[in-house]
């Protein structure tokens, strides 16, 4: 049998959560198939610790970005020091970064002010974003169209929380999805979204340490859990789960420029 192989695009390995046994984590990961982690930065200090872990890791690359939760002393200064950040050969992504009006811990002029400054960075750089949104799914996706009619930009809106209406905005926009693992909590409306979103623009992630797949829920989440998401992908979409791996694994690869002999390094 061919081992099953899967990127997790989106972890936050440098969190105090991992102190105690980040190395073990990364190793269980990549022994468990998970040949792609991409870690995401929340602020400078956590986007340039994502730098350092993926300097010193095979298989593991960097977004930089300020989460809209921490964007509130943002200044253009801060943003161009990301973009310097963002030259390193193991950056493949801006983010994360977006608008939370549910939380609403930054104030909503300022994340609005960050996101325009972070669209603008992406898509001069010609790097994907990787977006955060919460109760702000329209004027996202307006500032999105926004910036994507000034020239190309790529992306994904990670642990989707919209409806189908936005899924499809989403996709008519040329964006990638990635469902966190609250896919499998009891009671989810988000398999009904999932039905409508193609397995061509699906990406994987856990968001480790958070919102762990049953029957983790509630305990701290790594990478090696994301085997229980794509398997409830697989099941929602009706597809075996080695096509559910194969194709996100190529979205991953596509999306982030990873090198295509992830795929071909299998034993
Ligand atoms: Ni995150």
Same mark, same amino acid.
């Given at each position: 049998?061919?081992?099953?192989? @899967?990127?997790?695009?989106?972890?936050? &390995?440098?969190?105090?959560?991992?102190?105690?046994?980040?190395?073990?984590?990364?190793?269980?990961?990549?022994?468990?198939?998970?040949?792609?982690?991409?870690?995401?930065?929340?602020? &400078?200090?956590? =986007?340039?610790?994502?730098?350092?872990?993926?300097?010193?890791?095979?298989?593991?690359?960097? @977004?930089?970005?300020?989460?809209?939760?921490?964007?509130?002393?943002?200044?253009? #200064?801060?943003?161009?020091?990301?973009?310097? #950040?963002?030259?390193?050969?193991?950056?493949?992504?801006?983010?994360?970064?977006?608008?939370?009006?549910?939380?609403?811990?930054?104030?909503? /002029?300022?994340?609005?002010?960050?996101?325009?400054?972070?669209?603008?960075?992406?898509?001069?750089?010609?790097?994907?974003?990787?977006?955060?949104?919460?109760?702000?799914?329209?004027?996202?996706?307006?500032?999105?169209?926004?910036?994507?009619?000034?020239? &190309?930009?790529?992306?994904?809106?990670?642990?989707?929380?919209?409806?189908?209406?936005?899924? /499809?905005?989403?996709?008519?926009?040329?964006?990638?999805? =990635?469902?966190?693992?609250?896919?499998?909590?009891?009671?989810?409306?988000?398999?009904?979204?999932?039905?409508?979103?193609?397995?061509?623009?699906?990406?994987?992630?856990?968001?480790?340490?958070?919102?762990?797949?049953?029957?983790?829920?509630?305990?701290?989440?790594?990478?090696?859990?994301?085997?229980?998401?794509?398997?409830?992908?697989?099941?929602?979409?009706?597809?075996?789960?080695?096509?559910?791996?194969?194709?996100?694994?190529?979205? #991953?690869?596509?999306?982030?420029?990873?090198?295509?002999?992830?795929?071909?390094?299998?034993?």
């Amino acid at each position: 049998m061919p081992r099953l192989l @899967a990127v997790d695009t989106h972890v936050h &390995l440098d969190f105090e959560a991992f102190d105690p046994d980040r190395e073990e984590v990364i190793l269980r990961a990549r022994e468990n198939g998970i040949v792609g982690l991409l870690n995401v930065g929340i602020d &400078l200090r956590s =986007s340039e610790a994502g730098i350092r872990l993926a300097e010193s890791h095979e298989g593991v690359w960097a @977004a930089v970005g300020v989460h809209p939760h921490d964007v509130a002393e943002i200044t253009t #200064a801060h943003v161009e020091a990301l973009g310097e #950040a963002a030259k390193h050969p193991k950056v493949v992504a801006i983010g994360e970064v977006g608008l939370d009006f549910y939380r609403d811990l930054s104030p909503r /002029e300022k994340q609005r002010e960050a996101f325009a400054w972070f669209l603008e960075l992406a898509r001069e750089r010609q790097l994907p974003v990787i977006i955060h949104t919460r109760a702000a799914h329209k004027e996202t996706l307006e500032m999105v169209r926004r910036e994507s009619e000034k020239g &190309l930009l790529r992306g994904v809106f990670h642990c989707f929380s919209g409806d189908r209406e936005v899924a /499809e905005e989403v996709l008519g926009l040329g964006f990638h999805i =990635s469902f966190c693992g609250n896919l499998t909590y009891k009671n989810s409306r988000l398999a009904e979204v999932l039905r409508f979103v193609p397995l061509e623009r699906l990406l994987l992630e856990t968001d480790s340490p958070f919102l762990p797949p049953e029957p983790h829920r509630g305990k701290r989440n790594e990478p090696v859990y994301l085997h229980l998401t794509a398997r409830k992908i697989a099941e929602v979409k009706a597809v075996p789960l080695s096509e559910v791996l194969a194709r996100t694994t190529q979205n #991953a690869i596509e999306l982030f420029g990873l090198p295509p002999s992830l795929i071909g390094e299998g034993d």
